[in-house]
């Protein structure tokens, strides 16, 4: 039986990752940090599954990831999906992004290396390091890939970047088996609800059950131009899983190839429960707006698809269904 770690267990992913390794009979070690309230909503489903382990642990402590590393060192496979991972957030909080975000990976890495860890290991990077970088030809249907810059934008991007340039600096200077997930956006029902596309279903959710309450406080956003690349996260876990399972480490983007405004969000999302025109019920508030913003991206998955096999399961109008649907009921 093959023993996984996931740091980040209690968050979308953590939760989805979890869900696939068990059914493919791991054995899941999941490091939730510590919290004054429960935080283990995403995972109530497993907390009693044989072969599932809950252990107390925060990435910015180098002796936590030690010790979680001293009591399961026949690990096989590791997965740091742990980040303060909410763009906006890391510009009030930079700081402590950076601690989370950036330095958590490198603690991880060296206690791999330190403690002589035969595991392999995947780095949750992020499409956001591509920042400002949009200055593609989209005539020329070129997107965002393996190949293109890092143009960070953001506290967290540059964060990301750090530790995404700390995985393969590990593969290339100490021979770790690490690979980097470059995931492009990836919602779903599990999605924390401060993120845009939760925000909004988990808003219209609401609206509904009030009755479609004309006098419901109004849904109160930011910028509603950007483009992004939404896939489903049920399918982002099993490119994490595969890129594992190759002898060679290498990193990839996995995106779907399409891109969509926030106003096509809430178009589709908004049609779904019969609004055709839904300019009443929202409101851009500055609040909402970010000192600097990522405008445009659209990825290319090919070399995923290549050598993974992976492709993406789920359209844009999918997810967003299953996202209204959701929280409708
Ligand atoms: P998420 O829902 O915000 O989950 C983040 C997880 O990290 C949570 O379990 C959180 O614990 C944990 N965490 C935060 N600080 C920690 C610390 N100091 N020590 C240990 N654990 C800590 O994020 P997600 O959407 O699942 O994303 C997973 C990873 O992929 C993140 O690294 C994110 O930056 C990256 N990523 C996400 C996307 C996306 O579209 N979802 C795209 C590209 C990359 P609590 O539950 O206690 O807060
Ligand atoms: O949903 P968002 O907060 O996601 P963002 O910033 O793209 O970051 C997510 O995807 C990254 C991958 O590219 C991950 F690495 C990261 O961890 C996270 O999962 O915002 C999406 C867009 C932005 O352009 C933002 O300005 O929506 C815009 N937006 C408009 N109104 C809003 C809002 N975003 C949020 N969170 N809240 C709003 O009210």
């Given at each position: 039986m093959k023993k996984a770690i996931i740091f980040g267990i209690t968050g979308q992913d953590g939760s989805h990752l979890a869900d696939l390794l068990l059914e493919k009979e791991y054995e899941v070690v999941g490091v939730s940090r510590r919290a004054s309230?429960?935080?283990t909503q995403r995972i109530k489903h497993i907390l009693s599954n044989e072969n599932f382990y809950l252990m107390q642990g925060d990435i910015t402590d180098a002796y936590s990831v030690i010790n979680i590393f001293k009591k399961h060192?026949?690990?096989d496979e590791i997965y740091?999906?742990?980040?303060?991972?909410?763009v906006a957030v890391s510009f009030k909080q930079p700081a402590l992004t950076w601690d989370i975000t950036g330095k958590g990976c490198l603690n991880i890495l060296q206690s791999i290396v330190d403690l002589g860890i035969d595991a392999r290991f995947y780095q949750a990077s992020s499409?956001?390091?591509?920042?400002?970088?949009?200055?593609?030809?989209r005539s020329q249907n070129k997107f965002q890939n393996e190949d293109t810059k890092f143009m960070p934008q953001s506290p967290y991007a540059i964060a990301k970047c750090a530790a995404h340039y700390m995985t393969t600096l590990f593969r290339e200077?100490?021979?770790?088996h690490s690979s980097a997930g470059i995931l492009f956006n990836h919602e779903g029902e599990r999605r924390g609800e401060t993120f845009v596309t939760r925000k909004i279903t988990k808003w219209i959710g609401d609206w509904v059950k009030s009755g479609k309450d004309l006098n419901f406080p109004k849904l109160r956003l930011g910028n509603l131009e950007a483009f992004r690349d939404w896939g489903y996260a049920g399918d982002y876990v099993e490119a994490m899983w595969m890129m594992l399972q190759q002898d060679s480490p290498q990193d990839y983007v996995i995106c779907t190839g399409k891109t969509h405004t926030i106003r096509e969000f809430l178009d589709v999302a908004f049609l779904h429960v019969g609004m055709e025109d839904w300019s009443d019920l929202v409101v851009q508030d500055p609040e909402f707006y970010r000192p600097a913003e990522v405008d445009y991206l659209r990825g290319d998955c090919s070399k995923a698809n290549k050598i993974l096999g992976w492709t993406p399961k789920h359209s844009f109008e999918d997810l967003v269904k299953k996202m209204v649907e959701h929280d409708v009921s």
């Open positions: 309230t429960d935080n060192s026949n690990v740091n999906l742990a980040a303060q991972s909410h499409s956001e390091m591509f920042g400002r970088n949009y200055d593609i030809d200077a100490y021979g770790i």
